[in-house]
């Protein structure tokens, strides 16, 4: 059967290596969903965004992977920079709510050089 | 383009005391503000939703009288905590979406760390 990544708190990767951060979001009539990246201090930046008619969207060494069935997102960093390390939360925009976004747990990535 | 600036970016309180933070898109105009509050290693809380020139539509568990939120321009929008406590120190931040533009997009302040002591 398929498998669902499971939420881990903290990823810790080696520099150079890709890394898969995983979210399970909670209303399956939610429409919309982004990751960001959080930097100690400081407020939210926008990564990649996917609208739930696609299942895949790829930006600049990032990949977001959609599975509206199991109700589960992931991000994927391909080729981790020291510089990629930071909390990433997937957000899901509530439909039929307005723009309103709720965030999920976040992840901890630190990358070692 | 497209920023969002709080201020202060910190600010220390005592408690009893209130403290305003301000919102500003800078370069765009906001139709809706949001504000988040989030504490230490945890994810971000949505508190509120304030559309310009309305009352601001608060979520379950967050006090209206306590954290009174002003969206009098397109461009500023104001959260002030009343009567600050020590559990209300937290990092608030606010996000805001562009007039015109898809509601899709929110662009987030820097935040504002509040300590009461």
């Known amino acids: 059967g398929e498998s669902v990544g499971l939420h881990l708190p903290t990823l810790s990767v080696q520099e150079g290596d890709n890394s898969i951060i995983n979210c399970a979001y909670s209303?399956?009539?939610?429409?919309?969903f982004i990751w960001y990246k959080q930097e100690s201090g400081k407020g939210p930046q926008f990564i990649i965004d996917i609208r739930s008619n696609m299942d895949k969207r790829q930006g600049q060494r990032v990949t977001v992977l959609l599975n509206k069935t199991v109700k589960h997102l992931s991000l994927q960093i391909a080729a981790t920079q020291p510089g990629d390390s930071a909390v990433y939360f997937c957000?899901?925009?509530?439909?039929?709510?307005?723009?309103?976004?709720?965030f999920g747990k976040g992840t901890t990535l630190s990358v070692s050089s | 383009g497209a920023v969002v600036s709080q201020h202060p970016s910190w600010v220390i309180c005592k408690s009893g005391t209130s403290v305003k933070i301000e919102c500003r898109s800078l370069d765009f105009q906001a139709t809706t503000m949001f504000w988040y509050r989030q504490f230490p290693k945890q994810s971000l809380m949505l508190m509120a939703t304030s559309n310009e020139g309305s009352k601001a539509t608060y979520e379950q568990g967050v006090e209206k009288d306590k954290f009174l939120i002003n969206h009098a321009s397109l461009t500023l929008s104001t959260l002030t905590v009343t009567s600050a406590h020590p559990e209300d120190s937290s990092f608030y931040i606010c996000?805001?979406?562009?007039?015109?533009?898809?509601?899709?997009?929110?662009?987030f302040g820097p935040g504002t760390r509040l300590t009461v002591t």
């Open positions: 209303n399956s009539a939610s429409d919309y």
């Open positions: 996000s805001a979406s562009e007039l015109g533009k898809m509601a899709n997009e929110q662009y």
């Open positions: 957000a899901e925009r509530r439909y039929q709510a307005g723009t309103a976004l709720i």
